[in-house]
């Protein structure tokens, strides 16, 4: 069963991913000294846009998984009892 090659292995991707460096080199070549005082904000700016795209891959969310949540929520719950139990025990401990 052989599967699609993606859009970045084929020849538009490469072209694509080509045009971009090409772009950048000379983006920080020719005018770095403008761009890398800014630097930190475009990374900072970057992360919405690498939540939104990176996450494309985990189904979204509400797709007929409501017992899903419920059930992490239960687990949470459990969790956080037996953390509040084990603290009580410790300060108990240290009385």
């Known amino acids: 069963m052989a599967t699609k090659p ?3 292995t084929s020849l538009h991707g490469l072209a694509t991913l080509t045009l971009i460096g090409t772009a950048l ?9 403008h761009v890398l005082p800014y630097l930190p904000f475009l990374i900072i ?4 846009l ?19 949540g419920e ?3 239960q687990d949470a719950e459990e969790a956080y009892r037996r953390g509040l139990e084990e603290g009580r ?4 401990k240290r009385r």
């Open 89 to 92: 025990k410790e300060a108990d």
């Open 25 to 33: 080199y000379f983006l920080f070549v020719e005018h770095g000294v």
């Open 50 to 68: 690498m939540h939104l795209f990176m996450h494309k891959g985990h189904g979204g969310h509400g797709h007929g998984e409501q017992d899903h």
């Open 45 to 48: 700016l970057l992360c919405p």
């Open 6 to 8: 993606g859009y970045w």
């Open 71 to 73: 059930h992490q929520h």
